[in-house]
């Protein structure tokens, strides 16, 4: 198969940088990406669905849209390459009862494998009469629709499109109708077996492009630009075929800044100079599995050889609040729970920090346990509560703050997030984690 060739740029080689740059992998083309994420979605429908409609005791689940207000988990569901629920596509996962679910698709233009048609045309009142009929002859018991107060991947269902439904059940099988929140936030947390190298691959583009935009080839200390900067990484992704989720933030921090020891936010835009402190935030998604980064940078002052120790200290720090989170990973354990026993370690070893670390998967911002907002240290927020669960990915976010040697009353802010994944007994970081500072020369 072909491959999308991502060689570093020669002056990254240079021997000062190697070392502190991570490998960049060689993804597949964009021609060969919908074979492999089709094979991965037949696997996570033959094997996983059925156990997690078990497990949420639903022996119907219903997905439905519209072309252009499709539903969140919609493209999830589906073979690719496709852009839209053509006119309106009706998914119907029907639980038998040896266990197994049968995949049917009730839509115009049928989808193919790994579905069968159920019914194919081109008048819409027929195709939801054709829905009825089809459910009134399976005739579930608890039939899921994707409605939710807290998670908004799981409230796709829209108001026209429920009104539809209710129009074509058949009598007494309104009452039939559960949230399948439930299985919607199981079926978007899950990580399958045959996800796991893909996702570590876009984990070390993330970084890579890091290595690359925190270096001279992208920046020169008093002409480059943070915004430049941002273009940079956008660029290089959507180069690659790899569309961003948000587009990539880049701060400086400096002495003399309003950061202190309980700051939520430092940084701000503008001219990189030299001794700046630089962070930034990206994100991308690669065969439907998405990613979050951030990591930290220093432009070297002149005269200097090396990251000054106080900074070096600061970020071994953040590593260490890192271990604490991770340490807390415990089957079972809420969100919650696992946000203030970090809390409670960090605060027990003196390191300001804030937690604020979420799942990853087909959402940037996926569902499944929250551990903390940045806005946010109690817990009780939606989310807190849900469970961790074994074959889970997240990304391990959150900052330390640390004073600085020559900054005065200035302290520096170590904003850190790698994405990480958990196996049911402890959580590793699939393409590494930032231990060394970034450098610009």
Known sequence: MS????????????????????AMPTLLAPRERPAVENRILESRLETLLPA????????????????????????????????????????????????????????????????????????????WQALGKL????????????????????????????????????????????????????????????????????????????????SNQVITPGKTTTDDVSWYIRNRFEAMGLPVWFHPDVNRQRAGDECGRDSTFCGSEGLIERGDVLHTDVGFCYLKLCTDTQE???????????????????LATGNRWQDLLTGNFVAGRS????????RAAAEAEGIPSSTYSHPLGFFGHAAGPTIGMWDDQDGGTPGGEWPLHPRTAYAIEGN??????????????????????????????????????????
């Open 3 to 22: 491959r999308i060739p991502l060689m570093l740029p020669a002056l990254l080689l240079a021997p000062a940088l190697a070392a502190a740059t991570p």
């Open 135 to 214: 459910i009134a002859e399976r005739d579930p018991k608890r039939i899921g629709v994707n409605t939710s107060r807290d998670w908004a991947i799981a409230d796709g269902l829209s108001q026209g499109l429920r009104e539809r439904l209710l129009a074509v059940l058949p009598d007494g099988y309104a009452q039939r109708l559960v949230s399948a929140e439930d299985l919607v936030v199981r079926w978007t947390e899950t990580r399958t077996a045959d996800e796991l190298p893909h996702h570590a691959q876009a984990m070390a583009v993330a970084r890579a492009v890091v290595a690359e935009a925190f």
């Open 335 to 342: 969100g919650d729970a696992i946000l203030a026993a970090t």
């Open 400 to 441: 330390v703050r640390a004073p600085v040697e020559d900054w005065g009353d200035t302290w520096v802010q170590v904003k850190l997030e790698q994405g990480g994944y958990f196996d049911g007994e402890k959580l590793t970081y699939p393409a590494g984690r930032q231990t060394e500072w970034h450098v610009v020369r």
């Open 52 to 127: 997690l409609m078990a497990e949420t005791k639903l022996d119907m689940w219903l997905v439905l849209s519209r072309e252009y207000a499709e539903d969140p988990v919609y493209f999830t569901l589906v073979p690719q390459p496709s852009f839209a629920a053509r006119r309106t596509t009706l998914l119907v996962f029907h639980r038998k009862p040896d266990g197994t679910v049968e995949r049917l698709a009730v839509n115009r233009y049928p989808l193919g494998a790994p579905y069968s048609a159920a019914w194919a045309g081109g008048d819409l009142d027929e195709q």
């Open 296 to 314: 930290m940078g220093y432009v070297l002052r002149e005269g200097e050889t090396d990251v000054p120790a106080s900074l070096k200290a600061a």
